[in-house]
């Protein structure tokens, strides 16, 4: 309790400290041997959150964080470490075919990936009343597919979510033609000069190369997350990029006009990578989010 009040109170006085304070470079050096992990967090006990929560014999608010493809857990570990030290129980999970080599995601496909964030949420409801879901790029598409068939999830936070990408048919077509002459092809990722250097975590902890096949799992993704996005009414939170280079323009204008969410809102991030939460040093983007699940 008076713990809590002093937080408050540094929060107050502009004085936070924890995981906002440090540099994301600098953290992720000390934290290396964490990049292709997935996390757990700890909330406050049942008794700390409140009689309901105790009753139910669960902390109350748990947050399921999903990371977007070809990266790790790590992409949202700082997130999710932030969200703890508010209070949050986090599970930061790693989707199959990741955090090890590229080769490795050769014959995962997009239903592999639907699977482990449903066991996700699964494992947070066993010990919280209440699960959000925030997930990036894919990550975000693979949320809006689970909130389809789970009403009561409490609320959803999309980050860097397609509603379609950037010239997607002609890509769909490009990689089934390439597909024709070598099931087995791989390429290499492509980064734009201004947000591409080579010492972003971003580009640090992701595959560099990358079968070509799985690209049609990724368009699968995201044809299934736009077909029903009527479906959606949680609360929605939803963050773009200004520069988003990967994803259509008018993505996050699209999904917000079509869900039906009576409690939703978005945010446009300055000048940011596609996946901007692990090298983002704008600290309004976590409180932003904090926010919302603070008042949904």
Known sequence: MVQGIIKLAEKAMGKEKGVL??????????????????????GPSAAEAGPSAAEAGSNG????????????????????????ENGYTVYGLMLAGHGTVPRDLENVKAEDWIADVEKGYAK?????????????????????????????????VLMATPHKLRFEKIGVALVKLVLLFNSKQYRTKFYPPTFGASDSITRMISYQSYPVASVLEVFELVRRARKNLGSISQPCLLMQSTHD????????????????????????????????????????????????????
């Open 124 to 156: 947070l409801k066993t010990t919280c009343d209440k699960v959000y879901v925030a997930g990036t790029s894919i990550g975000a598409s693979i949320a809006l597919i689970l909130a389809e068939q789970e009403k009561e999830m409490a609320g959803l």
């Open 61 to 84: 608010k748990g947050v399921l964080l999903v990371h977007g493809w070809s990266s790790t857990a790590y992409e949202v570990r700082r997130l999710g470490k932030y969200l703890n």
């Open 245 to 296: 280079h990967m994803v259509a323009k008018d993505s996050m204008e699209k999904i917000y006009a079509k869900i039906n969410s009576k409690q939703k809102k978005k945010i446009y991030i300055q000048k940011a990578y596609h996946t901007f939460i692990p090298d983002i040093k704008n600290e309004h983007v976590f409180r932003d989010i904090l926010e919302f699940l603070d008042s949904n």
């Open 21 to 42: 304070s440090a540099d994301p470079r600098v953290l992720y050096k000390q934290e290396r041997q964490l990049i292709n992990q997935s996390f757990f967090f700890a």
